[in-house]
């Protein structure tokens, strides 16, 4: 079996919620990406890319449906470069990458370029269709923008309740603390802005043409336990029982726009990059579980990631786990019972934002580049996924075991 690795990595800076990338496509974003990681590639020839794979959550409105396909063809790849976008909703891109190493492992291709984008701006509104002419009542507009919308009536309402809702049914079933949530979403806002300050995501991000970006728009560098704990709860109202709600806007990841991609390749993907590899794919895992606990579900696939790889917790110097909420991530922590300090050490999406399809290479691009600065040989790259999923990528790295 072939092994596959990670060569590069590069995304945009994430933008807020109507903030200054909501005037760009999400299509162009995903070509920005796709042009970067081209031209950072010094020996390429742009024939030579066996597949595209992108991810993506929405699919509704300006990606076309095959946001992969638009986005190279927007970079100028050549017409025979196949794309296909994959929806895992918010693991989209970080399952793009899987499939993709799937497609190496098995001799399948020697080098893909997988990614992903959202823009949560221009998520559209729809309209479901009448099921007959000329109906006499109103009709409802669903927002695109997140979770669940057009519900089928058959599903159990208690798997249908919101991503908060469910965070707070979560964290009452793991006894997380509002006290704890607000004091983790600091500390992603400090780690991040510290990060970027450091120099950090120099190597990691590519400005978007036309717009005064130059780093992540939602961190707040001067977050503190205090001001957060000031914010008002959004699902539940707050209480002093275990019922009361303890989920705000500060605790969570904002709605952002933003594009990731990387390199992932075959030992030959070396010669045709011009570049070496970062890390090793080692091992994988996907899980699942009841929809409203699906904050819980990237323990088990990160445990099943690692026992593919053949290693342990105890062998793990770096994760990045996606904070979708403080809440959950908290619970994924513990469960793992690992330092929290190899844990996101440059920011989390509290800070950083959770541009849904982007999300998963934002994380893997991260980890192999936390790996390559800091020396640890193996890293984790975990993510929960709405109705009760999740995934994991084990990455080595390919400095440490070269040396």
């Not at 593919?308 to 619970?331: C, H, K, M, P, T």
């Not at 993510?383 to 390919?398: D, H, K, P, R, T």
Request: charged share 20%; proline share 5%; aromatic share 6%.
């Amino acid at each position: 079996m072939n092994q596959a690795y990670i060569y590069d990595a590069v995304r945009t800076p994430f933008g807020k919620f109507g903030g200054v990338l909501a005037g760009v496509r999400p299509d162009d974003l995903g070509a920005r990406v796709i042009r970067a990681a081209v031209d950072r590639a010094p020996d390429l020839d742009p024939a030579a890319v066996d597949e595209v794979v992108f991810g993506n959550a929405n699919g509704a409105g300006e990606e076309n449906r095959n946001v992969a396909r638009m986005s190279s063809l927007l970079a100028s790849l050549p017409t025979s470069v196949p794309g296909t976008t994959v929806n895992r909703l918010c693991g989209s891109s970080l399952d793009a990458a899987i499939i993709a190493s799937r497609q190496i492992n098995t001799g399948e291709a020697d080098l893909m370029l997988v990614g992903g984008v959202e823009s949560m701006s221009r998520a559209p509104w729809v309209l479901p269709k009448n099921e007959k002419a000329y109906p006499a009542g109103n009709q409802t507009l669903a927002s695109t923008t997140l979770g669940w919308r057009l519900v089928n009536p058959a599903m159990p309402a208690e798997w249908t309740v919101s991503l908060g809702e469910a965070t707070e049914q979560l964290r009452e079933k793991y006894n997380i603390t509002r006290d704890r949530q607000d004091e983790f979403a600091a500390k992603s806002h400090v780690l991040a802005a510290k990060a970027w300050d450091e120099g950090n995501y120099a190597n990691l991000t590519v400005a978007v043409d036309g717009v005064a970006l130059d780093r992540d728009e939602s961190i707040r560098a001067g977050s503190t336990v205090e001001k957060l704990s000031t914010l008002a709860t959004v699902f539940r109202p707050a209480g002093n029982d275990a019922s009361g709600g303890t989920v705000t806007a500060g605790n969570a990841s904002p709605l952002n726009d933003g594009a990731s991609a990387a390199w992932l390749g075959s030992e030959a993907a070396e010669r045709l990059l011009g570049l070496p590899p970062l890390a090793r794919i080692a091992g994988r895992g996907a899980a699942a579980n009841e929809p409203q606990y699906f904050g819980y579900a990237p323990v088990e696939a990160a445990n099943l990631a690692l026992k593919r790889a053949g290693i342990s917790w105890g062998d793990v110097g770096a994760v990045e786990l996606n904070e979708a909420f403080a809440a959950q991530s908290l619970a994924c922590l513990d469960a793992w019972d690992i330092d929290p300090d190899i844990v996101n050490a440059w920011g989390g999406a509290v800070a950083i934002g959770h541009p849904l399809g982007a999300s998963g290479t934002r994380i893997l691009g991260t980890l192999a580049r936390r790996l390559q600065a800091s020396g640890e040989r193996w890293g984790v790259a975990a993510i929960c996924i709405g109705v009760g999923q999740g995934l994991a990528v084990v990455l080595e790295n390919s400095t440490t075991t070269a040396n």
